[in-house]
């Protein structure tokens, strides 16, 4: 008999390409791990075989891990790139920002506020401040330190070595005075602080005589006059008792 043959085409299907997605911390601090997670990754005809992030700059636990972590030193907004491989070889990609913040900011510390007093006789002494108590937002972050004089009525002084956390004050003049210093802190990521102290400078004043006699400053030869000392004060008023000396011309005789 005769024998007839039919041919049927069937057209396979074209592969299609797997459809990347992660998820993503963010933001989170610097140098703390943000996790990537691809799992809502997905292939329409297939699975997800392989899995590779990318980044500027960043460092991923395991960049070739559909589930990894990544990490900056640097406060900034990088671009994450996942690539999926599908069991076709064809091949999907979804980018995100992860945004990796500075941690928190550095504390200021200008010590506490201070008083010198100088006697009639002597001038001030240079005076050191003290930032040693200013603390970084992490234990081990350096602190650069910036110290000036704040700008108001006092005289200006000299600050030696003021990039340091105790620099010194000299040049103070001689004189009652009001001084106020600030303190300016800064950590590795640009964050500052500031604080200001205050150095009081007290000038102390030699006393005032106040010289009393019952009738005047007139007597006759040979007679007593009582002298009466005890209005002399101290006008720096710190309750010291003061102590009257008697002085006059050679012939005079006091008891």
């Known amino acids: 008999g005769n024998e007839e043959t039919d041919e049927v085409i069937i057209d ?42 990318s980044g500027e700059g960043v460092v991923f636990d395991n960049a070739a891990a559909c589930e990894t972590t990544v990490s900056n030193s640097d406060a900034e907004t990088v ?38 007093t100088v006697s009639p006789d002597d001038t001030p002494d240079a005076v050191s401040l003290d930032g040693t108590g200013s603390t970084p937002g992490r234990v081990d972050d350096p602190l650069t330190y910036a110290w000036e004089q704040v700008e108001d009525d006092a005289p200006a002084v000299t600050i030696s070595n003021d990039d340091t956390p ?23 990521f640009g964050q500052e602080d500031v604080s200001t102290v205050q150095l009081e400078i007290v000038k102390q004043e030699d006393p005032e005589a106040v010289l009393q006699s019952p009738d005047g400053t007139t007597a006759e030869v040979g007679t007593n006059i009582q002298l009466d000392g005890s ?25």
């Open 79 to 116: 671009t994450i790139t996942l690539t999926v491989t599908d069991d076709d070889g064809m091949t999907g990609q979804k980018s995100k920002p992860v945004q990796f913040d500075p941690p928190v900011g550095p504390t200021a510390d200008a010590g506490d506020d201070s008083t010198q």
């Open 231 to 255: 209005s002399s004060t101290d006008p720096d008023g710190d309750g010291a008792p003061v102590t009257c000396t008697w002085t006059g011309d050679a012939q005079l005789i006091f008891s």
């Open 12 to 53: 396979a299907p074209e592969p299609q390409e797997p459809v990347a997605d992660f998820t993503a911390d963010s933001p989170v601090e610097v140098d703390t791990p943000a996790v990537l997670n691809a799992s809502p990754s997905g292939d329409p005809d297939g699975t997800i075989v392989s899995c590779q992030w």
């Open 166 to 188: 105790t620099p010194l004050v000299t040049g103070i003049p001689d004189q009652s005075e009001t001084y106020t210093f600030q303190l300016t802190v800064t950590d590795p």
